[in-house]
């Protein structure tokens, strides 16, 4: 779509990284994210209970449709078919602010998590032109003081984004309306 380097777009980037969790883990995907590690076995009669969009579309006036969370997908993609509980997604975002540790478990390295919640596009770098049509003023592109890392934009500016925050603080949002955001832990140096 762009000269190399140029321009930043969303893409299915996520999505092959399902993928090569696949090939190396030599499982399928649903099955790798069912793994005890990653999901905690649940108790006998626990129903996931989901939320339903609660924001009409503008443009068509309808509500997005939720599919149902257990049912098993067509195809697991590792860009939007991860579910889980309030609870649960409060430990995965502990465990990105603990630097991959979660517990006892060292579940990413601190500089693994470094990398994920850095910018990584070279200063100029542009974005598609859908971005700001789709996103708006909380677009996370240059114009609203973000950069991107793998997988999170990265706040780079103050002052640009209507929404509250810091440098530094790190987003992602998901297709059905979640959204999680952080702020990288600062360490102090001992005098």
Same mark, same amino acid.
């Given at each position: 779509?762009?000269?190399?380097?140029?321009?930043?777009?969303?893409?299915?980037?996520?999505?092959?990284? /399902?993928?090569?969790?696949?090939?190396?883990? /030599?499982?399928?995907?649903?099955?790798?994210?069912?793994?005890?590690?990653?999901?905690?076995?649940?108790?006998?009669?626990?129903?996931?209970?989901?939320?339903?969009?609660?924001?009409?579309?503008?443009?068509?006036?309808?509500?997005?449709?939720?599919?149902?969370?257990?049912?098993?997908?067509?195809?697991?993609?590792?860009?939007?078919?991860?579910?889980?509980?309030?609870?649960?997604?409060?430990?995965?975002?502990?465990?990105?602010?603990?630097?991959?540790?979660?517990?006892?478990?060292?579940?990413?390295?601190?500089?693994?998590?470094?990398?994920?919640?850095?910018?990584?596009?070279?200063?100029?770098?542009?974005?598609?032109?859908?971005?700001?049509?789709? @996103?708006?003023?909380?677009?996370?592109?240059?114009?609203?003081?973000?950069?991107?890392? @793998?997988?999170?934009?990265?706040?780079?500016?103050?002052?640009?984004?209507?929404?509250?925050?810091?440098? /530094?603080?790190?987003?992602?949002?998901?297709?059905?309306?979640?959204?999680?955001?952080?702020?990288?832990?600062?360490?102090?140096?001992?005098?």
């Amino acid at each position: 779509m762009f000269q190399l380097g140029t321009t930043s777009e969303f893409s299915h980037a996520t999505d092959a990284v /399902g993928r090569i969790v696949e090939v190396v883990s /030599g499982q399928d995907l649903g099955a790798f994210i069912r793994a005890p590690h990653l999901c905690p076995t649940r108790p006998d009669g626990y129903r996931l209970r989901g939320a339903a969009r609660l924001q009409a579309d503008p443009v068509t006036n309808a509500r997005q449709a939720i599919p149902d969370a257990l049912e098993k997908p067509r195809m697991c993609s590792g860009g939007s078919d991860m579910v889980s509980t309030a609870m649960g997604y409060a430990r995965l975002c502990q465990m990105l602010l603990n630097g991959g540790r979660l517990g006892e478990a060292e579940l990413a390295s601190r500089g693994t998590t470094e990398l994920m919640t850095g910018n990584h596009l070279p200063e100029g770098t542009q974005y598609g032109p859908g971005l700001l049509v789709r @996103f708006g003023g909380l677009a996370p592109a240059p114009v609203t003081g973000y950069g991107f890392g @793998f997988g999170f934009a990265v706040r780079m500016a103050q002052g640009r984004s209507p929404a509250p925050g810091s440098v /530094g603080n790190y987003l992602c949002g998901g297709v059905h309306g979640t959204y999680f955001g952080a702020t990288r832990r600062r360490t102090s140096t001992p005098c």
